[in-house]
């Protein structure tokens, strides 16, 4: 039988929530050896996550949004471990947690703790992992320009708010795009690349994506005449009118080059450059999923 004992990562906004601390203490009633350990700045969690693996913990908790997800997937698989992760979603979007099926009640998060972990992919870019998606263009502008307060009293839909406003400084932007057996270059809104489906608080840019299965998904919208209803089509999350409008591709890697600079939001983290080169990282970490999650090959 596994070891039952589990080290929390707790963002430090979420310190004093109630029902993080019941779903903890059900846990240790059901026999696991829980740890609870805080996040204040930056640089934290990946230093806690380096003293857990030194102390030997056989599995990591991440609590907190997509970001804090990120850093925690992040520092663990660089450190090449055998360790596993378990996800308790606590941000505005949880991106990740809706589209792999991890509920968002923290105790029915936690008793994820009993399904055995399942190796994963994750995406690498520039020397850096990410858990979810890459973002670029208009979408990952919305991201960056959503306020915590807004966030905080709309949820999901600010970012869908933040979006109307800005609708006036949308233009689009030239890129190159090159993988194994896949080529295209032109004008473009918006740009996913992901492990996961979804961003930008349920905007699905891909569908089909698979966390198990060693390609990322790629997803080009390019600039259309009709430019306000793609942009509807991008905002309202509608995936088949997405479809409609948008290149797809799933590829173990692609380079995107963007004369002007592209800019990316790697699961909340901001990341600018002129020339990218995305790969998956095939089987990168140990996750504890569902059964039956969406991302996983075996719920096709």
């Known amino acids: 039988m596994a070891e039952r004992k589990a080290l929390l990562i707790l963002h430090g906004k979420q310190a004093l929530n109630e029902e993080v601390r019941a779903a903890v ?6 026999g696991w050896e829980l740890a609870v350990r805080l996040t204040w700045e930056t640089g934290d969690a990946a230093r806690l996550v380096d003293e857990a693996l030194a102390a030997g913990y056989p599995t990591l908790i991440a609590g907190g949004g997509d970001g804090t997800l990120r850093d ?14 378990a996800l308790l979603p606590l941000g505005t979007a949880n991106d990740f947690a809706r589209a792999a099926g991890v509920p968002l009640s923290p105790a029915e998060a936690l008793a994820l703790l009993d399904e055995p972990p399942r190796p994963i992919d994750l995406g690498e870019v520039g020397g850096q992992l990410f858990l979810n998606m890459a973002t670029g263009g208009f979408g990952s502008k919305i991201t960056a320009n959503t306020s915590e307060e807004l966030k905080k009293l709309l949820g999901g839909a600010a970012y869908f708010l933040t979006g109307l406003t800005r609708f006036p400084e949308v233009h689009s932007a030239f890129g190159r795009f090159r993988g194994p057996g896949f080529a295209w270059e032109g004008e473009f809104l918006a740009l996913g690349i992901g492990n996961g489906r979804q961003a930008g608080g349920g905007h699905v840019l ?27 089509t991008l905002l309202s999350g509608g995936i088949l009118g997405l479809e409609s409008v948008s290149l797809n591709a799933r590829l173990p890697w692609v380079e995107v080059e963007a004369a002007e600079g592209l800019d990316i939001n790697l699961d909340g983290e901001p990341l600018e ?17 569902p059964a039956g999650s969406p991302l996983l090959r075996a719920a096709d």
Not at 72 to 85: H, V
Not at 273 to 289: E, G, I, Q, T
Request: some cysteine; proline content about 6%; hydrophobic content about 50%.
């Open 273 to 289: 450059s002129k020339h990218l080169r995305f790969a998956a990282r095939p089987a990168a970490l140990r996750v504890h999923l």
């Open 206 to 232: 891909c569908p089909q994506a698979r966390v198990d299965d060693g390609l990322l998904d790629i997803c080009i919208v390019p600039a259309s005449p009709d430019l306000v209803g793609t942009l509807g």
């Open 25 to 30: 203490l059900a846990r240790r009633e059901a």
């Open 72 to 85: 925690i997937a992040e520092a663990m698989a660089l450190g090449a471990t055998q360790a596993s992760l």
